[in-house]
């Protein structure tokens, strides 16, 4: 999450198109670190994994697009056979512009404090707060983690 995190500063810095990619939910997908982003780059680039990279090739930017999306992924049977998975599963993505997130948020990311980031769909502004560990339940606290490695 740290590399996305500097990669998507770095974009809005240079005044660069940056898309941030996180899983909502999935199924029938092998367990994956639920903190894992991907930020997708104008020029095509994916820092970051989505489900071990299973799922990377499966989101994409829109260019100049200003919401952000939620988008439905089926990996087909080719799909799961080149992942390297027994059937192909599915998962839903929200895939937004590193621009209309928070700026609080990459701050919070930059110095790998735990976030939570809350959404309203169709509606304005997303909202991000730091917690601390004590504010939260543990198992709450670990998905939000960065720092965080389950064994």
């Not at 660069?16 to 899983?23: C, F, N, Q």
């Not at 839903?92 to 209309?100: D, E, G, L, Q, T």
């Not at 509606?123 to 064994?151: G, M, Q, W």
Request: proline share 6%; glycine share 8%.
């Amino acid at each position: 999450m740290y590399g996305a995190a500097i990669t998507a500063v770095s974009c809005l810095r240079a005044n660069t198109e940056a898309h941030i990619a996180w899983i909502l939910s999935s199924s029938g997908l092998p367990p994956h670190d639920p903190t894992e982003v991907v930020t997708l780059t104008a020029g095509g680039g994916y820092i970051g994994s989505l489900c071990n990279g299973i799922l990377n090739q499966h989101v994409e930017i829109i260019p100049g697009s200003t919401r952000g999306r939620i988008v439905s992924v089926n990996l087909t049977g080719t799909d799961a056979l080149i992942a390297g998975i027994p059937d192909g599963g599915s998962a839903k993505v929200a895939i937004a512009p590193a621009s209309i997130l928070p700026d609080s948020l990459w701050a919070s990311l930059l110095e790998r404090a735990p976030v939570i980031l809350t959404a309203t769909i169709a509606k304005a502004t997303p909202n991000c707060e730091t917690v601390n560990r004590e504010e939260i339940f543990h198992d709450l606290f670990y998905l939000f983690d960065v720092s965080a490695v389950r064994s």
